[in-house]
Nanobody, 128 residues
Framework: QVQLEQFGGGLVQEGGSLRLSCAAS????????MGWFRQAPGKEREFVTT????????NYVDSVKGRFTISRDNAKNTVYLEMNKLKLEDTAVYYC?????????????????????WGQGTQVTVSS
């Protein structure tokens, strides 16, 4: 069983920045693929970004490329989401997710069904 605890989020003005973090329990964090998803009111959950177990490869949804950065610190069992130049449309509940099943080398997991554990979610609200 893996527990994911999220930190960060809140209210920020358009153009501002926020950093989310997600701390995982367990001893095998360095083997997990990690991802961030978000869900805006009235919309389906959306893939945001993912990072491989070693932190060497990342993938982003087009709408956040160049503005968001995912990173991880395997020594701290933590994954981060740095969000810059925030837009109104970034307003959503953000979830971190962990894939503990074996991963395919070179494959980016962008579907929520590919992940096994989820954080509690944290609200990010961007105001004008």
């Amino acid at each position: 069983q893996v527990q994911l605890e999220q930190f960060g989020g809140g209210l920020v003005q358009e153009g501002g920045s926020l950093r989310l973090s997600c701390a995982a329990s367990g001893r095998s964090f360095s083997s997990y693929v990690m991802g961030w998803f978000r869900q805006a009111p009235g919309k389906e959950r959306e893939f945001v970004t993912t990072i491989n177990s070693g932190g060497t490869r990342t993938n982003y949804v087009d709408s956040v490329k160049g503005r968001f950065t995912i990173s991880r610190d395997n020594a701290k069992n933590t994954v981060y989401l740095e969000m810059n130049k925030l837009k109104l449309e970034d307003t959503a509940v953000y979830y971190c997710a962990a894939r503990t099943r074996p991963m395919a080398i070179g494959y980016f997991y962008t579907n929520g069904n590919d992940y096994d554990y989820w954080g509690q979610g944290t609200q990010v609200t961007v105001s004008s």
